[in-house]
């Protein structure tokens, strides 16, 4: 009774949290994106790299600046896992393998952070720091960048410019997600998350033998990991490990920075198409689901179908006792909300129900709430899917913020929304119908197949949490699980910003007797059910022979 009380008052303050920072927030990135005003130490850095501030770009010069910026990042990213052996603070650690640095600099690249080493044995603290955090901060900006991109579709009119990708990216790192991290790990770091460079201190344990424990810059990176929903342990147990997230304290405000941005940029795009209202429905669209997911895993945890489990009273296993099953699914479902991949659970270990609310959060497209930027522009998407269907039941051109839907936004919006689900479902066909990969499963049946799932699903949603039984060293997981981040982050953004070029051009059409209202609750039930049609439509078999048969086993 008492971990009930307690789940449901931390749930509470988290929602009166996000509330109260809701409107300033967002419409402070309101402003960071539309100001013409550049600060000084911006316009040093324009000038370094030779870009004009004040030019704009069409969205296939923009798309150019992600792509050419992110590849970069990759090479630079796996050259320095490559050479770290003459690296300092490498601390012994040679060169990672090819295939693990190839897949790591994918992955945090697209803002994944799927790891599929042990960050303790394998990196040093100059490859964690110059490498990992770095991308942590720019990846997540590219996010919001893209994001902000189509906002600017919709508010613009008979024009081929969608802004500039540097002045975006700048400004984003600059003046939101450092100043914002900075302080985020000085307050985690009070809360007793470690931050050293040594690495590790000799302690005697209480068996009388040495042991060493590993330490590293852990509050920097913790910090910015869930504030750019980037989710990368620099320990292997992630958020479970008590020098990433040593008590309750810590816990919930790693949850609200995992939460914080993508929930707040709904005000962003209500402020930057002047109607506020149209940002409130969407983010009770978020909040609705985001709340009934916990409901539903929190609930299966609690009543488990397990004999070992039900003669606990709990499905423990796997989960911190310093947190329990209430702040265990709060950080879960929030993390596979959010893109984050953080884990302070096993999500292996969850109950079938539970289990299979943390794989339906990803198939949903992360979009209650999303990453940073990813879920915002993922939900616009559905919502035009969403118009588009309207329209299609009244015989009407569909109409979104005075843009006429037609066969190119449509085409558009179908390639972002159906990406995902082909490089989850065909990697994970591939991964089980091969025999030589059945060896990397941890468990057999119905919780095997969940593990391939749930791997693919985190991958092409560029998530990076895993249940956890899977090995993926193989060089087959490492290759296709690197497309499918690859593939999964870029199709997506490639055509959201080609939709957002096509609404700029656009001229605006005033809003007539028979325009569909979006800024109700009735536009909030369209959305919600389109998402959860195309999501059921396009996985329930596979979640049929996975979790929903587990849980009914």
Same mark, same amino acid.
């Given at each position: 009774?008492?971990?009930?009380? *307690?789940?449901?008052?931390?749930?509470?303050?988290?929602?009166?949290?996000?509330?109260?920072?809701?409107?300033?927030?967002?419409?402070?990135?309101?402003?960071?994106?539309?100001?013409?005003?550049?600060?000084? !130490?911006?316009?040093?850095?324009?000038?370094?790299?030779? !870009?004009?501030?004040? *030019?704009?770009?069409?969205?296939?010069?923009?798309?150019?600046?992600?792509?050419?910026?992110?590849?970069?990042?990759?090479?630079?990213?796996?050259?320095?896992?490559?050479?770290?052996?003459?690296?300092?603070?490498?601390?012994?650690?040679?060169?990672?393998?090819?295939?693990?640095?190839?897949?790591? =600099?994918?992955?945090?690249?697209?803002?994944?952070?799927?790891?599929?080493?042990?960050?303790?044995?394998?990196? %040093?603290?100059?490859?964690?720091?110059?490498?990992?955090?770095?991308?942590?901060?720019? $990846?997540?900006?590219?996010?919001?960048? !893209?994001?902000?991109?189509?906002?600017?579709?919709?508010?613009?009119?008979?024009?081929?410019?969608?802004?500039?990708?540097?002045?975006?990216?700048?400004?984003?790192?600059?003046?939101?997600?450092?100043?914002?991290?900075?302080?985020?790990?000085?307050?985690?770091?009070?809360?007793?998350?470690?931050?050293?460079?040594?690495? %590790?201190?000799?302690?005697?344990?209480?068996?009388?033998?040495?042991?060493?424990?590993?330490? =590293?810059?852990?509050?920097?990176?913790?910090?910015?990991?869930?504030?750019?929903?980037?989710?990368?342990?620099?320990?292997?147990?992630?958020?479970?490990?008590?020098?990433?997230?040593?008590?309750?304290?810590?816990?919930?405000?790693?949850?609200?920075?995992?939460?914080?941005?993508?929930?707040?940029?709904?005000?962003?795009?209500?402020?930057?198409?002047?109607?506020?209202?149209?940002?409130?429905?969407?983010?009770?669209?978020?909040?609705?689901?985001?709340? *009934?997911?916990?409901?539903?895993?929190?609930?299966?945890?609690?009543?488990?179908n397990g004999p070992a489990a039900q003669a606990a009273g709990a499905a423990l296993e796997g989960k911190e006792v310093r947190f329990g099953i209430p702040s265990s699914i709060l950080f879960g479902v929030s993390t596979t909300g959010t893109s984050t991949g953080a884990v302070n659970s096993l999500h292996d270990s969850y109950t079938g129900g539970a289990g299979g609310?943390?794989?339906?959060?990803?198939?949903?497209?992360?979009?209650?709430?999303? /990453?940073?930027?990813?879920?915002?522009?993922?939900?616009?998407?559905?919502?035009?899917?969403?118009?588009?269907?309207?329209?299609?039941?009244? %015989?009407?051109?569909?109409?979104?913020?005075?843009?006429?839907?037609?066969?190119?936004? !449509?085409?558009?919006?179908?390639? $972002?929304?159906?990406?995902?689900?082909?490089?989850?479902?065909? /990697?994970?066909?591939?991964?089980?119908?091969?025999?030589?990969?059945?060896?990397?499963?941890?468990?057999?049946?119905?919780?095997?197949?969940?593990?391939?799932?749930?791997?693919?699903?985190? *991958?092409?949603?560029?998530?990076?949490?895993?249940?956890?039984?899977?090995?993926?060293?193989?060089?087959?997981?490492?290759?296709?699980?690197?497309? =499918?981040?690859?593939?999964?982050?870029?199709?997506?953004?490639? =055509?959201?910003?080609?939709?957002?070029?096509?609404?700029?051009?656009?001229?605006?059409?005033?809003?007539?007797?028979?325009?569909?209202?979006?800024?109700?609750?009735?536009?909030?039930?369209?959305?919600?059910?389109?998402?959860?049609?195309?999501?059921a439509l396009t996985f329930f078999p596979a979640l049929a022979l996975g979790p929903i048969a587990e849980a009914l086993s």
């Open positions: 009774m008492n971990d009930t009380l *307690a789940g449901i008052l931390q749930i509470v303050a988290m929602v009166g949290l996000l509330a109260l920072v809701y409107k300033p927030l967002g419409d402070y990135m309101a402003r960071i994106f539309t100001t013409t005003k550049h600060w000084r !130490v911006e316009k040093a850095l324009y000038k370094l790299i030779r !870009v004009d501030p004040d *030019a704009e770009q069409r969205w296939t010069t923009y798309a150019t600046g992600v792509l050419g910026f992110s590849f970069v990042g990759v090479v630079l990213l796996y050259l320095l896992q490559r050479l770290q052996a003459f690296l300092p603070m490498a601390f012994g650690h040679g060169a990672v393998t090819p295939s693990v640095a190839f897949n790591t =600099a994918i992955s945090f690249v697209t803002n994944t952070n799927w790891q599929s080493y042990v960050p303790e044995s394998t990196l %040093g603290n100059t490859v964690q720091m110059a490498g990992l955090t770095v991308q942590n901060v720019v $990846s997540a900006t590219v996010g919001i960048a !893209v994001a902000i991109a189509l906002i600017r579709g919709f508010v613009r009119s008979s024009t081929d410019r969608l802004g500039n990708f540097w002045v975006d990216l700048t400004r984003g790192v600059i003046r939101l997600m450092l100043p914002i991290s900075f302080v985020a790990a000085i307050v985690l770091i009070a809360t007793g998350v470690v931050m050293s460079f040594h690495s %590790g201190v000799t302690i005697t344990g209480v068996d009388g033998m040495q042991h060493t424990l590993p330490l =590293a810059p852990a509050g920097s990176q913790e910090s910015i990991k869930e504030l750019g929903t980037n989710g990368g342990g620099i320990f292997n147990a992630n958020s479970a490990h008590p020098f990433e997230n040593p008590n309750a304290l810590s816990n919930f405000i790693e949850i609200f920075l995992e939460l914080v941005i993508p929930v707040c940029l709904t005000r962003t795009f209500g402020t930057m198409v002047r109607s506020t209202r149209q940002g409130t429905v969407l983010a009770a669209v978020m909040g609705v689901i985001w709340t *009934a997911f916990i409901a539903v895993a929190w609930f299966s945890e609690a009543h488990p609310i943390t794989i339906l959060n990803m198939l949903l497209g992360e979009v209650a709430p999303g /990453g940073t930027g990813t879920g915002l522009y993922g939900i616009l998407v559905i919502a035009i899917i969403g118009v588009f269907l309207a329209g299609l039941m009244v %015989g009407r051109t569909p109409e979104y913020l005075g843009k006429k839907l037609g066969r190119v936004q !449509v085409t558009a919006a179908s390639i $972002s929304i159906l990406t995902m689900p082909a490089l989850v479902l065909i /990697g994970a066909g591939l991964a089980i119908a091969l025999p030589s990969t059945l060896g990397a499963l941890g468990n057999s049946g119905e919780h095997g197949f969940s593990e391939v799932l749930y791997a693919y699903a985190s *991958a092409a949603n560029n998530n990076g949490s895993a249940f956890g039984g899977l090995t993926v060293t193989s060089d087959f997981f490492q290759v296709t699980l690197g497309l =499918a981040m690859l593939f999964g982050r870029f199709v997506p953004i490639l =055509a959201v910003l080609a939709l957002a070029g096509s609404l700029a051009k656009q001229k605006r059409v005033e809003a007539g007797a028979g325009t569909l209202p979006t800024d109700g609750t009735m536009f909030g039930v369209l959305v919600g059910g389109t998402l959860i049609l195309v999501a």
